[in-house]
């Protein structure tokens, strides 16, 4: 059933970021109501909580993306769309400011957090989260994925990730996603509108 997997990975995405699972849903347009007893009888929530049985988080397919996300863009729309397809939860990670300096050699134009904000507003992400300071293992083990998925543009080496999650024990599956290479990158964005704005 669609509806219990969106409730199931909302439970998920709320034990992780501490917002209430409800919260989460309102922007699919779904209604816990009286689900909870029928997931709580299959095993899969615990009873009185919200909190995910093991059961309940074996039955989810966890997939984790990343990046900065500092103007969102169709090539962004195309992976986010892709990673989503991959599983039944999707865990956006956003890049922190200095991880983002490093990554794209100028300032964010926008917060890490507003980036986050920006993200999670998207309908295919589940939850969105802050990356940690030079440790992404720290943040994989905190999602414990099944699949990894790395956009077209990421440089990351899909050895280096799988030897990564095994240190953490974790046997994840790394998936190179192929998306359509857009037209336009945040930084070409950027750059584009300065020059108009300088040019009026």
Do not use: W
């Not at 779904?30 to 009185?48: D, H």
Request: hydrophobic share 40%; glycine share 10%; charged share 25%.
């Amino acid at each position: 059933m669609k509806h219990e997997s969106h409730i199931l990975a909302a439970i998920y995405a709320g034990q992780i970021s501490g917002r209430d699972p409800a919260e989460i849903l309102e922007k699919r347009g779904i209604t816990i109501n009286g689900m909870m007893e029928k997931l709580v009888q299959k095993g899969l929530v615990e009873k009185g909580r919200a909190i995910l049985t093991s059961a309940g988080r074996e039955s989810l397919k966890v997939v984790l993306a990343g990046g900065v996300f500092d103007i969102i863009h169709p090539g962004h729309i195309h992976t986010l769309d892709a990673a989503k397809k991959l599983g039944d939860v999707l865990v956006v990670v956003v890049a922190t400011d200095s991880t983002a300096i490093k990554m794209k050699k100028r300032k964010p134009l926008h917060s890490q957090e507003h980036r986050k904000e920006l993200v999670e507003s998207l309908i295919m992400v589940d939850l969105g989260i802050i990356g940690q300071e030079d440790d992404i293992f720290g943040t994989v083990d905190l999602i414990r994925p099944q699949i990894i998925a790395l956009g077209y543009d990421q440089v990351h080496q899909e050895k280096f990730i799988r030897d990564g999650c095994k240190r953490i024990g974790l046997d994840a599956k790394v998936a190179r996603l192929q998306s359509p290479v857009p037209d336009s990158s945040s930084s070409k964005i950027q750059k584009e509108y300065g020059k108009s704005i300088h040019g009026i």
